[in-house]
């Protein structure tokens, strides 16, 4: 595994890709699988690097959740937002309560223009963990940067300031 970073890092992705094939046991087998279909989606060899995920069961919902974000993450690269919209419907409607896929949900609807939906996932987040921060500071930023709602915007970015006042984020939204 280590052996795959480090030719990562050199930008040998064949090699790191290699290495990684050979790692077959606890505690990095599913972090190096994840790396070939990260690499390979890099590479733009998307349908290998989904193949790649789809081959892995997950031993928990940790685990899953993990694989459905890889595989949401690679897809935009190939310019396949929708698929990657439906891979994280599906991952919510197997794991409603993971709050993780709701923000990279909403992330990647921002990035597609589907403002009503980054607010509702993030509202969605806000209603379990109202001092969320980070989730106060995205749906104020993008509030402020996608509408007219600048006074709501305002609110929900001075409380995300009073939650983290020296987080560089949340200054930059203020």
Known sequence: YYMGQIAE?????????AAYRKVDGAPNRLNAKVRIAVLLGEQGKTDKARAELHALQPSNAGEAVRLFRAEAEILPRADDYNGAMQVYDRALKEHPIETDLLYARALLAERMDRIDEVERDLRDI????PSNADVLNALGYTLADRTDRYDEAYE???QALALKPDDHYVIDSM
């Open 156 to 158: 929900l970015i001075k």
């Open 126 to 129: 806000l209603s379990r963990e």
């Open 9 to 17: 890092s050199q930008e040998r992705v064949d090699d790191a890709i």
